[in-house]
């Protein structure tokens, strides 16, 4: 099946340069020696945040400079169906950006920042499935605080066509379910997913899900994971195989450093995080092509942290693709999203591409797999505990760029990958609530 279209909408190289004025007004707070930042509103989705870098009046924007990302918006052809509504209905379509001088953050419930201005750019999606669209690249006046002159913005507003897979988990993935690629209102069976336990016995091993394992393999648990033996709070052994619908294993998700609760307390604390390897198979074996590591974060926020890296074959360490939280409560949407990612991190622009299936969707993969990444990678929903984990029914939803999926394995490594990260989200559970009978074998329930 053909990709499903997708617009990514995004807001870059921002630069804000203000005139020092001979008398400034007393309530104004010059950015040489504040930050400023804007607030990004696109109408129907979420408000976004970021820092807006000052340069000095005299200078020009460093084109060459490589800028990350302010915000994006990643809109399907639903998105795109109702902001085209919403325009011929109520006006045209634009988007709004907000600039502050000031901190970002507030006090007694109202915006420390100083509201500079506000900038509106006209917005015209048509055909932005296929071309890409530049609404806005340079400067613009904003502001009337400063005698004689106004304030610049530069900034760089663009939609780009980002074609993408989608998939659907029908059910948790502790209850095996199979998995539907989406294309518009076609569900079309492509993988099956198989929940198990690794036995007390077999903690120095591999789980053994898949015919093609050999002797030769088995110290991946050993290599990566800890070997940690403590009675009581832990949640251990837990493994997911991906299997294609011929019933090979394609990808797989094994547990394989224990989720155990801090001394003292009844949490899996970033200091010692649980983990899992994404497993991908190769020359008759498996071999490990990621790392997700997961805790539950301290203080008001709650939340489920998380860190994932890439296993280069060459490499001494991992690569850090993605670091953040969700919600505990309300869960939310894991993203890898190397154009905006915060923390900077760079991944090889080229290297040996691993043997791959072929698959009718071979023509949409892009660059060398699995170590060239730039742009949109995946994302997937993530159900939070105050949804009703187990109950709610809402399935999980994957979504992978067309361009990061050359074959089978591709798209079911982020599969596995989208069901540990789930399963995370039960394995920092307070190990003072009880886990879903699903979760516990049978011979030892956890609590």
Known sequence: ???????????????????????????????????????????????????????????????????????????????????????????????????????????????????????????????????????????????????????????????????????????????????????????????????SFRSSADRNQRSRPMAMEQSGSRGWLSSFGSERERPGKERKGWSITVHDLSGSPVAAASMVTPFVASPGSDRVSRSNPGSWLILRPGDGTWKPWGRLEAWRERGSADGLGYRFELIPDSAASGIVLSESTLSCSKGGRFMIDLASSANGSRTPKSSASPGCSPRGSGDYGKGTWPYYYRGFVMSASVEGEGAGRGKSGKPTSVEVSAQHVSCTEDAAAFVALSAAIDLSMDACKLFSQKLRKELCPSQDLLS
Request: proline share 8%; glycine share 8%.
């Open 1 to 195: 099946m053909d990709p499903c279209p997708f617009v990514r909408l995004t807001v870059g190289n921002l630069a804000l340069k203000i005139p020092v004025a001979t008398k400034p007004a007393r309530t104004a707070v010059h950015p040489s020696s504040s930050p400023c930042f804007c607030k990004v509103r696109l109408k129907g989705f979420a408000l976004q945040t970021a820092v807006v870098p000052y340069i000095l009046p005299d200078n020009q924007f460093p084109d060459g400079q490589v800028q990350s990302l302010a915000a994006s918006f990643h809109l399907s052809k639903s998105d795109l169906e109702k902001l085209a509504a919403k325009s011929l209905f109520g006006g045209k379509l634009h988007m709004k950006i907000s600039i502050y001088t000031g901190r970002r953050g507030t006090s007694c419930g109202v915006d420390s920042g100083r509201l500079l201005g506000k900038v509106y750019v006209p917005l015209d999606l048509t055909g932005a499935e296929t071309r890409a669209i530049v609404f806005h690249s340079g400067w613009t006046t904003v502001g009337k605080d400063y005698k004689n002159s106004a304030a610049q913005f530069h900034m760089n507003v663009k939609a780009e066509p980002d074609p993408r897979f989608v998939f659907q988990f029908d059910g948790e993935p502790e209850c095996s379910p199979q998995v539907f690629q989406i294309q518009g209102n076609i569900r079309q069976p492509v993988f099956t997913c198989k929940f």
